[in-house]
């Protein structure tokens, strides 16, 4: 019976993105499939995958980090040692390291390098499987992007079908749920500005409920939501924010019509639900690396020419990405659906799937990278053995510049052949 | 320590390492003989020298900037390097950049590796097994923190041995002489052909008269079968090389390795009088001669008179233990350069490894400490590193460890909370 880890030790989101990848190795015969996670995420863990075989570590630091050094080291060494030891114990014919994270990378030491995927520990060295490497390439091309989700699932031959992972959307009667994310971070919508599209919604829809959700964080920023709606919407409105346990957001998102929202862990949570998604996407949030999963989502997706940037460095155009969201026209864009409405610095972005996995298509406002993105899409099959693009001259100088001579001069257990039989030549076979 | 790619300091190099070591230092190696097979192999190309010149100066920059990354992620108090390390000065001086101290020992003879004159002002302290004449032209190039430090023996190493029958007969003789064949020894050994004379080492080759004498083919001699050769020999030469044959017993300064190898032995040795000699050894703790005919009228005189070469053999080693070892010349080094270098060693904010945890964890980190041969005393970061040295899968609390050094650095820094 093979037995597989996955060591996932991101947030939320993260935790719901590795669903493709333990799906495909749940559908494998026999397979006990075990995860390694930051114990604050287990009670969530255990909802989302309930055969998985659970090993919480003690590894984010939001809490400990209040401790005194001494007591910080006592607490992730009662913890963790105890945990890995359970860890070790376990004869694994593959452990898949998410993260590129150091915590990931010492954690790796537990085992034989030969086993690891993604970020291994060698005898003291971090090492980058070849996969990993090649995304760091195309990162350099952000508007092209492969999905986290299927970045991670692709760690495996033959990863089960996008479509089988989440359920195609559909509302089931609970209203509208609107997720307020950090006020600090530049990827969500100040309270004035998501309460003009909340009301849009709320009016062009006819839900009556309105559910806010988020964390204790965010209760400042629900209440300004509140005070910024029109009465008749401030009303039916409940404010959730810091209320919910893992099980109720469950409970909550699973009962939703619609989920508003940036780019956040609850809209993983109702793509998984098959809750449909209406995202709003600025600043480093880019639908094609980090949208919702599925058929029946949404993204409005900032595009103006600085998008996607990076959240930890500081924005010198001024949030130019803010703009389009703050534009009436956008309003009317959501009565009307009249593409003509739109504004411009925003796309709206129709979920799709295809045979490497998540993709949105174009529904109003442009997309420039939509054919470079094809021709990416079948540079990355064919390395995959996914499927044959069609040959084309734009097919190879992709391979020229995401191949790197390193990739075929060593040998590496995730080259293209490699990840399947672990040999670097086909000629041996 | 920086190693050299190969040569006769490499064996220095590890005996300073594990001298370090024993003072309670954390010395992490750059082992650069790995990268030697790599750089000969472009000997192979038969190619242009133009080119073979430029893929050379490629491929030891590549060496240089590997130290140059290993420096950044250990950050090392001091990085010492043995002569012919393969440091550029480019990467000199990006460490001098960083605030990392450099040292070198330059375990050769100036006049003759005259190379140490390019690169010597770029380490913050030079050390040389000579005096005088260096001191004064590192001086004038602008090197101002020189040190005198003669060689040493490592006593794990090199120290008496009960032989068997058979390494007896092997390794055994009335008189001999281990190391390679220079000009002045081959024309000098000529008349030691009358004794029962073994010939050890490498570079005797086309020397009709030798020959006969030379053991193992002339295959290099590993460092414990040496050992097993001063400790089975009666009477050890030891005549200090010299690349000319007119005068044969040169009298220069330095002493070589082979001099405190062999009295650390307890071994006897007839060794070649040094200028620098005298502050070494005592005139009863080693057996000298100043020409071949004193050579020849003291092997016979100690080839018969066994209980005085017993007597110099253990006044020499005694002397080597208390002085001359690696630990001892390491000692200096680091005084010196504590002296010369302001603030150094840099004081780093740092808790002792077991500081603060309950009873029951510092048990175990203090048998971890144990397994690695650290002191209780032993920092968290050095912990780590120690840990970081380990080959192969690691345990739970190695890897916790390691892992609680990460989440520091990834969020008790953050908050200002790091001790």
Not at chain 1, 249 to 257: I, N
Not at chain 1, 350 to 356: E, P, V
Not at chain 2, 258 to 284: G, K
Request: include cysteine; aromatic fraction near 8%.
């Amino acid at each position: 019976m093979p037995a597989y880890l996955v060591i996932q030790l991101a947030r939320f989101g993260d935790l719901v993105q590795t669903k493709r990848l333990l799906l495909s190795l749940l559908g494998e015969t026999e397979a006990e499939v075990h995860l390694c996670l930051d114990e604050s995420l287990v009670a969530l863990a255990r909802l989302l995958y309930p055969t998985v075989h659970l090993h919480p570590v003690c590894a984010h630091g939001t809490v400990l980090a209040k401790l005194p050094p001494a007591e910080q080291a006592r607490v992730l060494l009662e913890r963790n040692v105890t945990a890995f030891r359970e860890l070790a114990g376990i004869r694994f014919s593959r452990v898949y390291n998410l993260n590129f994270s150091p915590l990931n990378y010492r954690l790796a030491a537990l085992f034989d390098p030969q086993s690891v995927r993604g970020h291994v520990w060698q005898n003291g060295q971090e090492i980058v499987g070849q996969w990993s490497r090649l995304a760091m390439r195309w990162s350099a091309m952000r508007r092209i992007g492969l999905n986290i989700a299927d970045f991670w699932a692709w760690h495996h031959a033959s990863p089960v079908p996008a479509t089988e992972v989440n359920p195609v959307a559909k509302g089931k009667g609970g209203g509208l749920g609107v997720v307020m994310a950090g006020r600090e971070s530049r990827r969500s919508l100040p309270p004035k500005v998501l309460a003009a599209l909340v009301t849009a919604l709320l009016d062009i829809r006819g839900d009556d409920a309105l559910v806010l959700l988020g964390s204790k964080a965010e209760l400042q920023a629900a209440r300004q939501l509140e005070r910024e709606l029109p009465g008749r919407h401030a009303r039916v409105l409940k404010n959730l924010c810091g209320a919910t346990g893992w099980g109720s957001l469950v409970d909550v998102v699973g009962g939703l019509d619609l989920v508003l929202t940036p780019d956040t862990g609850t809209m993983h949570l109702a793509a998984h639900l098959g809750i449909p998604v209406l995202a709003t996407f600025l600043s480093s949030a880019w639908c094609f690396e980090t949208g919702p999963y599925g058929l029946g989502h949404q993204v409005l997706q900032a595009n103006i020419e600085c998008a996607p940037c990076l959240e930890s460095q500081p924005c010198t155009a001024q949030v130019a990405c803010l703009q389009p969201f703050m534009d009436t026209d956008i309003v009317r864009y959501l009565s009307t659906l009249d593409a003509n409405h739109l504004p411009s610095g925003v796309t709206v972005f129709n979920s799709d799937t295809d045979k490497l996995g998540q993709t949105f298509t174009a529904k109003a406002g442009p997309d420039p990278q939509s054919e470079l993105r094809g021709r990416f899409r079948d540079f990355l099959s064919e390395h995959l053995s996914a499927g044959q693009g069609e040959p084309s001259q734009m097919l190879n100088e992709l391979a020229e510049r995401l191949y790197m001579e390193r990739d075929w001069m060593v040998p590496d257990a995730e080259s293209s052949s490699g990840r399947f039989s672990g040999i670097s030549s086909s000629i041996i076979t | 320590m920086v190693l050299p790619l190969y040569g006769g300091s490499l064996p220095i190099g590890r005996y300073c390492t594990a001298a370090l070591r024993q003072l309670g230092h954390l010395v992490e190696v750059f082992e650069a003989p790995d990268f030697y097979p790599s750089y000969k192999a472009l000997h192979g190309l038969k190619v242009g020298t133009d080119r073979l010149q430029y893929l050379e100066n490629s491929y030891l920059q590549v060496v240089s900037q590997s130290v140059l990354a290993k420096a950044e992620t250990f950050e090392p108090d001091l990085v010492l390097a043995q002569a012919q390390a393969p440091l550029t000065i480019q990467a000199l001086k990006r460490l001098k950049r960083d605030g990392i101290t450099t040292a070198m020992w330059f375990v050769e003879d100036f006049r003759l590796f005259t190379y140490w004159k390019g690169f010597a002002p770029y380490y913050d302290v030079f050390a040389v097994i000579q005096r005088d004449e260096i001191f004064k032209e590192l001086q004038a190039i602008g090197v101002g923190n020189a040190l005198y430090l003669p060689l040493a023996a490592q006593p794990e190493v090199h120290k008496p041995l009960e032989l068997s029958a058979a390494e007896i007969r092997k390794f055994g003789s009335d008189v001999s002489f281990m190391g390679a064949g220079y000009a002045n020894r081959r024309v000098a050994f000529r008349d030691l052909i009358r004794h029962d004379f073994k010939l050890w080492g490498t570079e005797w080759e086309g020397d009709s008269v030798l020959e006969p004498y030379v053991q193992m083919a002339g295959a290099r001699v590993s460092s414990e079968d040496c050992v097993k050769i001063f400790n089975a020999t009666k009477v050890n030469i030891n005549l200090h090389s010299s690349v000319q044959a007119k005068e044969l017993v040169t009298g220069g300064d330095f002493i070589n390795p082979r001099t405190f190898e062999i009295a650390a032995c307890r071994a006897f040795q007839l060794v070649d009088r040094r200028i620098l000699m005298p502050e070494a050894f005592a005139d009863d703790e080693l057996a000298t001669f100043g020409s071949m005919e004193e050579l020849q009228d003291k092997i016979a005189h100690y080839l018969a008179h066994p209980d005085e070469r017993a007597a110099i053999a253990a006044r020499g080693q005694e002397r080597v233990l208390r002085e001359h070892t690696y630990c001892a010349r390491m000692r200096t080094l680091l005084d010196f350069v504590g002296e010369r270098v302001p603030g150094w060693p840099k004081q780093r904010a740092s808790l002792q490894a077991v500081e603060g945890l309950p009873p029951e964890l510092a048990q175990d980190i203090s048998a971890l400490l144990d397994r690695l041969a650290l002191p209780a005393s032993t920092s968290f970061e050095d912990l780590v590193w120690a840990i970081r040295q380990q080959q192969g899968r690691l345990g739970e609390l190695e890897t916790a460890v390691l892992f609680l050094d990460e989440w520091r650095k990834l969020y008790a820094r953050k908050t200002g909370q790091d001790g």
